[in-house]
């Protein structure tokens, strides 16, 4: 797929995350943002999946470790047909199947149950291990966020997949540098995140823009063609991209739009898009 229908994609997703956060007057827009071209790249290019049929065996496994990013998982699976967009206004809303976080149990297309952080790697892990195990090839993908890279967990499930050689695995960092408390340095700090996964035998490859498609592409193909241990791939976004008001702003981590800012934030999108169909 060009570039160009996956700028589209990932427009649509921006459009359903600002639009389901607002409706349910709650959620994470700034975590979502920053990885709408992740999430769009996996869905429309690298990952075997299909909408028709998602619980298909050999498809795919993808694991949002950072389950509140849910309006950027939900949007994307929504834009790729796994179920109808209008449903995205439901977000959070009593009775909707589209909660807080995801849920395997009640939304197609999702692969594992997330929310509390630092557990989504550990079960990529045990997915990747049952399909060496018993001789499948499909590959599994999970996206961290980088204050979640803060637990323990994580580097547990790391050290386990590096012992194990789990070259179908590929772990994302999603390196906006800003958590629920502030910048990641200051509460926390994680780096050097490259080294700290090659201390774990995994294959390391840093995205300087994680929001760009050929930077994306070329990660992602090297993540393929690496033999005998896993990867992860380090992105470093924006927290918040595409919306201009709420880039690089940590009280977009948890917040809302309100009217005035709903407005003005899809006036950017349309204004994005048109600037896309000149191309």
């Known amino acids: 797929m060009d570039n160009l229908t996956l700028q589209k994609h990932a427009l649509e997703v921006r ?20 990885a709408a071209e992740i999430y769009t790249y ?22 949002l470790s950072k389950g509140h990013t849910a ?12 179920f109808p967009k209008e449903d995205l206004l439901t977000l959070r809303h009593t009775g909707s199947y589209l909660q807080g976080h995801p849920d395997k149990k009640h939304i197609p297309g999702v692969d594992m149950s997330s929310g509390s952080l630092g557990q ?14 018993f001789g499948n ?3 599994v993908y999970a996206l961290m966020g980088d204050g979640e890279i803060q637990e323990g967990q994580i ?34 700090s994680p780096y050097p995140i490259d080294e700290k996964f090659k201390a774990f035998n995994f294959h390391v490859i840093n995205v300087e823009d994680g929001n760009d498609f050929d930077q994306l592409r070329a990660a992602f193909a090297e993540a393929r063609e ?7 791939i380090v992105c470093k976004t924006v927290k918040g991209k595409g919306i201009s008001f709420m880039e690089n702003q ?9 009217d005035e800012q709903y407005a003005q934030a899809m006036s950017e999108l349309e204004k994005a898009e048109e600037a896309l169909c000149q191309k």
């Open 15 to 34: 459009r359903g995350i600002v639009s389901a956060t607002h409706a349910a007057k709650s959620g994470h827009p700034g975590g979502s943002l920053s």
């Open 42 to 63: 996996l869905y429309f290019e690298e990952m075997n999946v299909d909408p028709a049929d998602p619980q298909k065996a050999d498809r795919d496994r993808f694991v």
């Open 71 to 82: 309006p950027g998982y939900y949007s994307v699976l929504a834009e790729k047909g796994f």
């Open 120 to 133: 989504g790697l550990s079960a990529a892990v045990g997915m990747a291990l049952s399909a060496k195990v």
């Open 137 to 139: 090839d499909y590959r």
């Open 155 to 188: 580097w547990e499930a790391a050290m386990f997949a590096g012992a194990k050689k789990l070259d179908n695995l590929v772990a994302i960092v999603d390196n906006n540098n800003l958590q629920i408390d502030g910048p990641i340095t200051e509460v926390n």
């Open 226 to 232: 690496t033999k005998g241990m896993p990867t992860a």
């Open 250 to 258: 940590v009280s977009w981590h948890g917040s809302a739009p309100n």
